[in-house]
């Protein structure tokens, strides 16, 4: 079952860092009901770094998030007190977004992650920086992160791994590496690693009507391969459309035929026929043009849906 997290309340947005800022329960509550009921099943908290007043920020997020709505709570903050904070108020399995393969931050959080029997997010980054390939994505998780969450006591079960999507625009040639790790990754192991991503990062920089598509489309592509959860904006309808059409393997509708089909190519690892694409229907027409983007057999430009 893919479970979509709910990115929402970020403190990067002025009126949640105001009702942060301010202690107002009644706005972060709102926002917290909001994307359950558009269909987020796990919340999303971001603090920011927030190094002095992290612990106490976290802590009363966290239980006014939670006398509003009973999902499970992604901790996002780089403030590793402020992370165990919110763990000892959290009802349901947390988890802890996140660490990478720096020593440091993993020396932290995975015997936090241990500790508290939570969570954690595993990006397939090491200091020196982030590879393009998929193959050095599995090593980074093979030979970084994974030996060291068992060595601190986490349960595999409980790694969720993000092999980072990167935007297309400047970027792109991560995107099908990114689809493939998923594929890789997901092969791996009996019972399967967890495996996710920041959704809306593939469209940083893209104009608004163009940030959606490319979510959308990279999102079924990354279902397809494995991927089951997800940081996005459930608000976002057709996107959650698109999840429901996938999960359900709905394909009662003309593009319901083409996202299955897109997405058991991205099972299978084999390249996906846009020709079965209608180029007179908009949306098919949208499938096939983005998914030549997100494979880098197109250059990006950001009026490409209208080429």
């Keep these: ?32 009901k909001s994307q359950v009921e558009y269909g987020a099943k796990i919340l999303d908290l971001n603090i920011g770094p927030q190094k002095k007043a992290g612990p106490e920020v976290m802590d009363w997020l966290v239980k006014t998030v939670q006398e509003a709505v009973d999902v499970p709570l992604s901790l996002d903050t780089t403030n590793p007190e402020a992370i165990e904070a919110g763990l000892k108020v959290c009802k349901q399995q947390p988890i802890i977004n996140s660490t990478n ?19 954690i997010i595993t990006l397939t980054l090491r200091a020196t920086g982030l590879p393009v390939s998929a193959d050095a994505r599995v090593g980074i998780l093979v030979e970084d992160l994974m030996p060291a969450a068992e060595e601190a006591g986490v349960k595999m079960e409980n790694l969720y791994v993000d092999p980072l999507a990167m935007t297309v625009n400047g970027t792109q040639e991560h995107a099908p590496e990114v689809v493939q790790a998923t594929f890789v990754i997901k092969q791996m192991m009996d019972p399967p690693l967890h495996m996710t991503c920041g959704l809306s990062n593939v469209s940083n920089g893209a104009p608004e009507d163009v940030r959606k598509v490319l979510n959308r489309i990279y999102l079924v592509m990354l279902m397809g391969a494995g991927m089951d959860t997800a940081i996005l904006d459930p608000f976002d309808d057709e996107l959650m459309q698109a999840i429901s059409i996938v999960e359900k393997r709905d394909d009662s509708t003309p593009l ?48 490409y849906l209208k080429l």
């Excluded at 393969?101 to 969570?119: G, Q």
């Design 1 to 32: 079952m893919f479970r979509g997290i709910g990115e929402c309340i970020h403190i990067i947005n002025k009126d949640v860092r105001a009702a942060i800022e301010g202690r107002d329960k009644a706005f972060i509550q709102d926002k917290a």
């Design 101 to 119: 393969a720096d020593p440091a931050r993993m020396s932290v959080l995975f015997p936090l992650a241990a500790k508290y029997d939570a969570n």
């Design 256 to 303: 319901g035929k083409i996202y299955l089909a897109l997405a058991d190519a991205c099972a299978t690892g084999e390249d996906f026929d846009t020709s079965m694409c209608d180029v007179n229907d908009p949306q098919q027409a949208e499938v096939a043009k983005t998914y030549r983007i997100l494979t880098n057999k197109l250059i990006y430009a950001h009026n």
